[in-house]
Nanobody
Framework: QVQLVESGGGLVQPGGSLSLSCAAT????????MGWYRQAPGKQREMVAT???????YYTDSVKGRFTISRDNAKSTVYLQMNSLKPEDTAVYYC??????????????WGQGTQVTVSS
């Protein structure tokens, strides 16, 4: 059974930092693209950052230069370091794993989500 378990969310003041972690079990971690998505109240879920097993990363424009995604394949864990946080970063953050063959999505998994609130 695949599980993605996030940790590290919480309340932070604008300009502050938070680090999220996601520990994966039940899958061959090195074969998956790992990512972080977020969903704010009343908005659609959006991709924040993704990272392939060979180190290619992608970020949504609004977090470039502030957020950093990384992974430790030996620990089957993906991280999201969030700096210079803004109130508009407030959302539930979800860990995501997917595996494709070519362009075909073969497997996709989601974590349960962790709340990040940026407020003074």
């Amino acid at each position: 059974q695949v599980q993605l378990v996030e940790s590290g969310g919480g309340l932070v003041q604008p300009g502050g930092s938070l680090s999220l972690s996601c520990a994966a079990t039940g899958l061959f971690f090195g074969r998956y693209v790992m990512g972080w998505y977020r969903q704010a109240p009343g908005k659609q879920r959006e991709m924040v950052a993704t990272l392939t097993s060979d180190g290619n990363s992608y970020y949504t424009d609004s977090v470039k230069g502030r957020f950093t995604i990384s992974r430790d394949n030996a620990k089957s864990t993906v991280y999201l370091q969030m700096n210079s946080l803004k109130p508009e970063d407030t959302a539930v953050y979800y860990c995501h794993a997917d595996r494709r063959v070519g362009v075909t999505l073969m497997y996709e998994y989601w974590g349960q989500g962790t709340q990040v609130t940026v407020s003074s």
